[in-house]
Structure formats: C-alpha cells, structure tokens
C-alpha cells in the first residue's frame, strides 16, 4: 500500500506536495520534494536535479516554482530555482552570488537574486 502523500501550505495560500511523480520511460516515478536540488528551466521544460541524477518535465519553470514551498525554494535567476536546503555555500563574484550545492553544482543567481537572497538570507 502506498503511504499517502504529505502536503504543505505554502506562504501564498496553496498546498505543496511532499512528493511529485515523473515519467520515466512508461513508468511514472516518485521523487521526494526535500530531495530536490535544484531546477533548471530547458525551453518548455524544467530540468529536476535530484541526487540520483536528472529528469525532465513538461513545466515551465515558473508553473513549477509556483506550486513549491517558498520557505525551502528560491528562484535565484529567470533559469533558476534552488532548494535552499541544499545550498553549501555562496560566494560573492562581480556583485553577483554563485551557490554551491549538495551534489557538488554551481549556479549564479541574477544580480536581482542575489539582491533578494542577500536580503532574506544574510545577517552581515
């Protein structure tokens, strides 16, 4: 029996799946949202890096970020959306953030993101 799905409310009223499932092949696979690293728009997809690797959705990445908690996602950059969970590390490049993730990937927030990461995100 399959346990049932965990949802949370988010900060803008709807509900945030704990799990979602992709298509792999013929079989629809499960993938925990706490183990989502990062998302990346492709076209008319979004790219979701997991640690086991890649999968590829038909949503836009905005559809996607929208129906994720904002207490754990970050868009960072119009291609960009992370899982602050998963971010190690960020460092300061030509006024703009580069984060370090989990699974060992890079990404440069947009000068905006970093504006508003900085501004959630910082103390000093």
Not at 34 to 57: F, M, N, P, Q, S
Not at 73 to 98: G, K
């Amino acid at each position: 029996m399959l346990e049932r799905a965990r949802h949370a409310l988010t900060t803008n009223g709807s509900v945030s799946p704990g799990r979602i499932f992709v298509r792999d092949g013929e079989m629809m696979i499960p993938i925990a949202v706490r183990d989502i690293i990062r998302l990346e728009a492709c076209d008319d997809y979004t790219a979701i890096y997991v640690a086991a690797g890649k999968h590829l959705v038909h949503v836009s990445l905005t559809e996607f970020t929208a129906r994720l908690d904002p207490e754990n996602f970050m868009r960072v950059h119009r291609s960009h959306t992370v899982n602050l969970n998963h971010v190690r590390s960020a460092e300061e490049f030509d006024r703009r953030l580069v984060l370090y993730l989990s699974d060992g990937s890079e990404v440069t927030a947009s000068r905006s993101g970093t504006q508003e990461f900085r501004r959630l995100y910082t103390l000093a």
